[in-house]
């Protein structure tokens, strides 16, 4: 069986009377790179902190490769973090990063790793990464972050504020390191375009809750549109475990929907959707079943 | 050695699109046995695509027969598409380069001679009967 990087079960965090993140189970596995999805406020961040052991949850457990990364040292040790706009200290240069990276870690740490990644690429190693370009201080992030050889990379929305090119390079910079260490990724984002290419796996938050997860290939396969003569209201369709999706005109039906048989193909057409396609039509069907309890 | 491109557009899997692009390059010549695949690593940094995927492709290009994987080398082709048929291929390009610029004067665009082309090759059985063209 493969290695399971990250598990969570029952996983909840409440801020006030609010919460974050409410009975969130998953099982993401080693070497994958996970998208973690969902609107603003959904609970994407909180997840994150949690996986980390920056939060305390309020209920349930999070194990990173088997430990808890609230007490156990190992376990943090395994765990790399880059933060939403990559936070770092802005007069300090990226070599003072890296050494204070050393001092903090003192185990595993790989300065060579993120000195070359950067010198690679041509970020200057000397310059106050506050004045650095946004593009350029997420890569520098991101190679501390690699430093650190963690098992499990987990990145809160890294490409969100940067620049078309800039965000292409971070990707490719950040497949590489994949490519090299095999390490598992969670990732969160808003931009799905981006995603379709570079993810496997995919959490699907919505409304502090899992929507949607599983391995992006299986969930694809299951899931089709279907388009043919208008259903009658209510009616069931051989071969649909779920409509996920279903809109109307007087003569036609066209229904997103998860199957778990074959379908009628004489009476529908069956059309492949794309992960976009997916998760729009998740996070369309649950907007009006559940009240939003977090504003973004 | 190849270098992928992908096509942003395209609905085929992108690690179809890298099968093809082998295939293709070893039909036209461009590829050979004995050449080695580019390294995972680069073809997902390149492309910045999950390394996965690549592996996926050359995956499939082994169960194909067309490359092998040697641990800790890299990933090698091992076997053709070209076939004896590549000797043809320039001859037949320049008749089919003349052929285009009929069927251009004759006033079909770009869409109605790749329909021609389509539509021809489906209706046309893959060996005639008898030893005609």
Redesign the interface.
């Given at each position: 069986m493969t290695e399971v990087a990250l598990h969570a079960e029952g996983l909840g965090k409440r801020f006030g009377r609010t919460w974050a993140l409410q009975d969130c189970s998953l099982e993401l596995p080693a070497?994958?790179?996970a998208a973690l999805v969902g609107p603003n406020g959904a609970g994407k961040s909180t997840l994150l902190h949690l996986a980390v052991g920056l939060l305390r949850p309020d209920t349930g457990w999070a194990r990173v490769f088997g430990r808890d990364p609230r007490h156990d040292r190992d376990a943090l040790a395994d765990i790399g973090f880059v933060a939403q706009d990559t936070p770092l200290y802005p007069d300090f240069t990226a070599t003072e990063l890296i050494t204070m990276g050393a001092r903090l870690n003192r185990r595993g740490w790989d300065a060579g790793i993120a000195r070359d990644r950067l010198t690679r690429i041509g970020i200057p190693l000397d310059k106050p990464v506050g004045r650095l370009s946004g593009g350029q201080r997420a890569q520098v992030a991101l190679a501390l972050a690699l430093a650190k050889r963690p098992r499990l990379l987990l990145l809160d929305e890294p490409v969100a504020a940067l620049d078309p090119l800039a965000r292409?390079e971070f990707?490719?910079?950040?497949?590489?390191a994949?490519?090299?260490y095999g390490t598992t990724v969670l990732l969160s984002s808003h931009l799905l375009a981006d995603l379709e290419?570079?993810?496997?796996h995919l959490v699907l938050l919505h409304t502090s809750h899992v929507r949607l997860t599983g391995p992006v290939d299986e969930l694809l396969a299951e899931h089709v549109r279907l388009i043919g003569p208008r259903l009658p209201d209510g009616a069931a369709v051989p071969g649909v475990a779920e409509v996920i999706r279903a809109s109307h005109t007087e003569r036609q039906s066209t229904l997103l929907v998860r199957t778990d048989g074959p379908v009628d193909e004489s009476r529908w057409t069956v059309h492949?959707i794309t992960l976009e396609d997916l998760v729009l039509a998740h996070l369309g069907a649950s907007a009006g079943a559940t009240p939003s309890e977090v504003a973004a | 050695m190849i270098e992928f491109v992908l096509d942003g557009r395209s609905r085929v899997a992108t690690y179809m699109q890298l099968v093809l692009q082998v295939k293709q390059a070893l039909r036209v010549g461009l590829a050979q046995p004995g050449d080695r695949l580019p390294k995972v690593r680069d073809v997902a940094q390149a492309l910045a695509i999950n390394p996965n995927t690549v592996l996926k492709a050359y995956r499939e290009l082994e169960l194909e027969g067309l490359a092998e994987g040697r641990p800790g080398v890299g990933t090698f082709l091992v076997r053709t598409l070209a076939g004896p048929s590549l000797a043809h291929h320039a001859e037949l390009r320049e008749e089919l380069v003349a052929w285009l610029g009929r069927a251009r004067a004759a006033g079909l665009t770009r869409e109605d001679i790749a329909a021609l082309v389509d539509t021809t090759l489906r209706a046309t059985p893959d060996r005639p009967p008898t030893g005609g063209t």
């Amino acid at each position: 069986m493969t290695e399971v990087a990250l598990h969570a079960e029952g996983l909840g965090k409440r801020f006030g009377r609010t919460w974050a993140l409410q009975d969130c189970s998953l099982e993401l596995p080693a070497g994958r790179i996970a998208a973690l999805v969902g609107p603003n406020g959904a609970g994407k961040s909180t997840l994150l902190h949690l996986a980390v052991g920056l939060l305390r949850p309020d209920t349930g457990w999070a194990r990173v490769f088997g430990r808890d990364p609230r007490h156990d040292r190992d376990a943090l040790a395994d765990i790399g973090f880059v933060a939403q706009d990559t936070p770092l200290y802005p007069d300090f240069t990226a070599t003072e990063l890296i050494t204070m990276g050393a001092r903090l870690n003192r185990r595993g740490w790989d300065a060579g790793i993120a000195r070359d990644r950067l010198t690679r690429i041509g970020i200057p190693l000397d310059k106050p990464v506050g004045r650095l370009s946004g593009g350029q201080r997420a890569q520098v992030a991101l190679a501390l972050a690699l430093a650190k050889r963690p098992r499990l990379l987990l990145l809160d929305e890294p490409v969100a504020a940067l620049d078309p090119l800039a965000r292409h390079e971070f990707m490719q910079a950040l497949m590489g390191a994949v490519g090299e260490y095999g390490t598992t990724v969670l990732l969160s984002s808003h931009l799905l375009a981006d995603l379709e290419r570079v993810c496997d796996h995919l959490v699907l938050l919505h409304t502090s809750h899992v929507r949607l997860t599983g391995p992006v290939d299986e969930l694809l396969a299951e899931h089709v549109r279907l388009i043919g003569p208008r259903l009658p209201d209510g009616a069931a369709v051989p071969g649909v475990a779920e409509v996920i999706r279903a809109s109307h005109t007087e003569r036609q039906s066209t229904l997103l929907v998860r199957t778990d048989g074959p379908v009628d193909e004489s009476r529908w057409t069956v059309h492949d959707i794309t992960l976009e396609d997916l998760v729009l039509a998740h996070l369309g069907a649950s907007a009006g079943a559940t009240p939003s309890e977090v504003a973004a | 050695m190849i270098e992928f491109v992908l096509d942003g557009r395209s609905r085929v899997a992108t690690y179809m699109q890298l099968v093809l692009q082998v295939k293709q390059a070893l039909r036209v010549g461009l590829a050979q046995p004995g050449d080695r695949l580019p390294k995972v690593r680069d073809v997902a940094q390149a492309l910045a695509i999950n390394p996965n995927t690549v592996l996926k492709a050359y995956r499939e290009l082994e169960l194909e027969g067309l490359a092998e994987g040697r641990p800790g080398v890299g990933t090698f082709l091992v076997r053709t598409l070209a076939g004896p048929s590549l000797a043809h291929h320039a001859e037949l390009r320049e008749e089919l380069v003349a052929w285009l610029g009929r069927a251009r004067a004759a006033g079909l665009t770009r869409e109605d001679i790749a329909a021609l082309v389509d539509t021809t090759l489906r209706a046309t059985p893959d060996r005639p009967p008898t030893g005609g063209t």
